[in-house]
């Protein structure tokens, strides 16, 4: 399976998840939506930015196309998943709301998965690369100790 797909679906799902628990928070307690909005923005961006900000420290090949990709994927699967959970957890939302949760609402989680994505994959390949286990440097070295393969031939 393509790593797009799994950041895709992951931050998708995240996504509306939160989306979701906040359209159950403003039924219930319409008041304290500020704070908890402020706080479900600032999780969002993080979960972004330190799963990209580990696949640039693990050096994942083309991390910046994958993050890409798994943005693009993440806006309107999230926007449909929330028109869903809104329809059957909150407010009985109809299919009138998935235009917008399509287009405006696909277009924000995109750029909440784009933005901090791209600043994590910025730091996380700053970090360094991992250390490998003493077991990996111990086969290491025995590999360069006994050399090429030479192969007899007929």
Do not use: N, Y
Request: glycine letters at 12%.
């Amino acid at each position: 399976m393509p790593s797009w797909v799994v950041r895709g679906l992951g931050m998708a799902l995240l996504h509306a998840a939160t989306a979701v628990a906040l359209a159950k928070i403003a039924v219930f307690r319409p008041t304290d939506l500020t704070v908890i909005t402020a706080v479900v923005l600032a999780l969002l961006v993080g979960a972004a930015a330190l799963w990209s900000a580990l696949d640039g420290w693990l050096g994942l090949v083309d991390a910046g196309r994958i993050w890409f990709i798994a943005a693009l994927v993440a806006g309107p699967v999230s926007g449909l998943l929330t028109v869903i959970g809104r329809a059957v957890l909150v407010d009985r939302t109809g299919i009138s709301e998935l235009g917008s949760a399509l287009t405006g609402g696909a277009a924000f989680t995109a750029l909440l998965v784009l933005v901090p994505a791209g600043a994590g994959l910025l730091v996380g390949r700053r970090l360094g690369t991992p250390r490998r286990s003493e077991r990996a440097e111990e086969e290491a070295e025995e590999a360069q100790d006994r050399g090429p393969r030479v192969e007899p031939t007929t």
